[in-house]
């Protein structure tokens, strides 16, 4: 490799490759199709024995910003099982709402999730707004009736099916005002063993989505402190929302052939948090907003997670063909031969499936090599 021009050329275009919007395939819809529907926000993933898992919560008609319990919203995490490859799923587990309550506070909506296998079994992440925790004293005008706050809760098992007798336990809460809500764990195996935890955060006044970052070491259980402000916002598209959704390892070969430790990284990006009136002269694009975000995509150097470069500085890299142009949650989950790929897509009725694409490593490999 010789520029970074050229590194940021060819990774680029992977990532395109891998999040390839005209590709995609659905394969969860929602409850309904029409807006504020949706299923996803998870990930797909293999057991031991190579049996593929995906996890995603359904998402019904709500609005949490108008703090009035507007709408279902996120009533059910769902577990799936795949025997052939992706192609069906046969649902395992269903997680109400009630099902996630933990230390006797209510959860009001479920959000993000990821299923992580370890070495003594599965764990499964799951965010939830919960009411019952409040507002810090000094910030208490400016929690809206009817509205929680967020936090990250853990289940573990010994087997995917054993995670329907396990209450969660909460793993990160947060009272700084500017990191009050936490939600959408993201995790990942590094090279070296330990684990990464990505998460999203807002402020009390829900005028930002950022990410935080938690380590935990190879041969521990618990997590180390979180760093909350790991991945910071852009500056442009990506200037009121920057949450870091999935990482994948670059094949290391081609012009990368010399990087070990390379990473893709995947995050969900807005121009602001509410959808506005343009000009009427303005260029018409897809901006991105809260529940609407579009996709961006940076990489970096293992074991520097907090380090990532950003490929899409001035403009998205992901947008939907239909609807609002929403795309996000993109999670990818590599096999021996190819990359499994999956997001959410709006779609011209303005719900979000959860689509798949699968990128072959010989592809993939071919992107790198050109």
Same mark, same amino acid.
């Given at each position: ?11 680029? @275009? ?41 996890? +995603? ?63 003594? +079994? ?8 919960? @009411? ?24 573990? @098992?010994?087997?995917? +099916?054993?995670? /329907? ?20 764990? !993201?995790?990942?195996? /590094? ?8 998460? #999203? ?31 910071? %916002? ?5 200037? /009121? ?6 990482? #994948?390892? !670059?094949?290391? !070969?081609?012009?990368? @052939? ?29 901006? +991105?907003?809260? #529940? *609407? ?32 142009? #929403? ?22 009725? %303005? ?10 490593? *010989?592809?993939? *490999? ?5």
């Amino acid at each position: 490799m010789s520029t970074i021009t050229d590194l940021n050329a060819r990774l680029t @275009a992977l990532a395109r490759a891998l999040v390839d919007q005209e590709r995609a395939t659905t394969i969860m819809p929602p409850n309904e199709n029409r807006e504020g529907f949706w299923f996803g926000a998870g990930n797909l993933t293999v057991d031991a024995d190579g049996t593929m898992y995906l996890v +995603g919560r359904y998402r019904n008609f709500g609005d949490s910003r108008t703090g009035l319990n507007a709408g279902e919203r996120g009533l059910e995490l769902a577990v799936f099982r795949s025997d052939d490859g992706a192609k069906s799923f046969t649902k395992m587990l269903s997680f109400s709402k009630a099902d996630l309550n933990v230390e006797g506070l209510e959860v009001v909506s479920i959000e993000g999730a990821k299923l992580h296998f370890t070495g003594k +079994g599965v764990e499964l992440f799951v965010s939830t707004e919960k @009411a019952g925790i409040g507002y810090p004293s000094e910030y208490r005008s400016f929690h809206k009736p009817g509205t929680g706050v967020w936090t990250i809760d853990r289940l573990e @098992a010994p087997s995917v +099916g054993e995670l /329907a007798k396990k209450r969660p336990k909460v793993l990160i809460a947060e009272r700084d005002p500017r990191w009050l809500h936490v939600k959408d764990p !993201v995790v990942y195996d /590094a090279r070296n063993g330990d684990t990464v935890l990505y998460f #999203c955060t807002h402020p009390f006044n829900w005028s930002s989505a950022n990410t935080g970052l938690a380590m935990r070491p190879r041969g521990r259980d618990e997590f180390g402190p979180p760093d909350f402000s790991s991945f910071p %916002r852009g500056f442009t598209w990506d200037v /009121a929302a920057s949450r870091i959704t999935g990482v #994948c390892r !670059v094949p290391q !070969v081609g012009g990368v @052939a010399s990087m070990e430790g390379l990473d893709l990284v995947f995050y969900d990006g807005a121009e602001s948090m509410r959808p506005y009136e343009e000009h009427s002269k303005a260029v018409k694009r897809p901006r +991105g907003y809260s #529940c *609407e975000e579009i996709g961006g995509a940076g990489y970096l150097i293992e074991p520097k997670f907090d380090a990532i470069e950003r490929l899409s500085i001035d403009l998205p890299l992901f947008l939907s063909p239909n609807g609002t142009g #929403c795309s996000r949650y993109v999670d990818v989950f590599e096999s021996r031969k190819a990359f499994f790929v999956t997001w959410q897509q709006s779609q011209a009725d %303005r719900s979000q499936p959860l689509v798949l694409n699968v990128l072959s490593k *010989e592809e993939a *490999e071919s992107i790198l090599s050109d």
